[in-house]
């Protein structure tokens, strides 16, 4: 008589994973080793980065004792600059949303240069941030690698300005030291209302009232410096309720 109630059980977890699995949209993901096209890419002028000034593809070797293993990355270049990926389509935020995250590997080359990540309306980048001249929806992170209230969450509305997290002296985006990887996971959480950011795994920094239902969400904004801030593994999600 067991054995039936353990084979029921196993269906209805593994049914339940399957109906979790299909809750997941994947709206961006690329790893810069796997022979990807920057087709839709465009800079603030409306160029494709790579046959720009503004940034390139850039290769390396991951182990020096291994020259022919080689890591792929996007490294944006240029004061206050931003260049947008396309997403796989728009997205819209609405009543079936629970969450929306953007997941990336960050590095800055100097220690006064800003990194920023930014899911926007906008299909195309604007100078100096998206939410600059009040023509798009969307949310995002920036911000130093050291502990500074510049260091931000923000969200953003057409015809309003943006909102921006309260100021605090100990969120940083990023750990001191260049030439760093670190793991960024941007949150909004469209049933509470949350935007999180965390560190390495680590929750640093929450922003609460946010709201961005009836949002199309069209690309994936990153910022730039001088001598560049490297992008690597993008991926953006969203997550749905089921249909019942």
Not at 32 to 44: C, H, K, R, T, V
Not at 113 to 131: K, N, V
Not at 197 to 214: I, K, N, P, S, T
Request: charged letters at 20%; proline letters at 5%.
């Amino acid at each position: 008589m067991k054995r039936p109630l353990v084979c029921l059980c196993l269906c209805i977890v593994w049914a339940g994973f399957v109906r979790a699995e299909d809750g997941v949209k994947t709206l961006l993901h690329i790893d810069f080793n796997a022979g990807i096209s920057l087709d839709g890419w465009q800079d603030i002028r409306q160029n494709a980065p790579p046959q720009s000034r503004f940034g390139a593809l850039t290769f390396e070797s991951e182990d020096e004792t291994k020259g022919s293993e080689r890591h792929g990355y996007f490294s944006a270049m240029d004061p206050s600059f931003g260049v947008t990926a396309p997403l796989n389509e728009p997205y819209e935020v609405n009543e079936r949303t629970v969450r929306v995250e953007v997941r990336a590997k960050v590095r800055c080359n100097g220690e006064a240069h800003t990194a920023g990540l930014d899911l926007s309306s906008r299909q195309y980048p604007d100078f100096p941030f998206q939410y600059s001249h009040k023509l798009a929806s969307g949310f995002g992170v920036q911000g130093y690698q050291h502990r500074t209230t510049a260091n931000r969450l923000y969200v953003y509305h057409p015809g309003e300005e943006a909102v921006l997290s309260p100021s605090s002296s100990a969120f940083a985006p990023m750990e001191s030291g260049r030439h760093r990887w670190h793991d960024w996971r941007l949150v909004y959480d469209h049933v509470n209302h949350q935007l999180t950011f965390y560190l390495d795994g680590r929750e640093v920094h929450q922003m609460e009232h946010v709201a961005l239902g009836g949002t199309v969400l069209q690309t994936l904004w990153m910022m730039g410096a001088p001598i560049g801030i490297d992008y690597d593994h993008l991926v953006v999600e969203a997550v749905e309720k089921q249909i019942k």
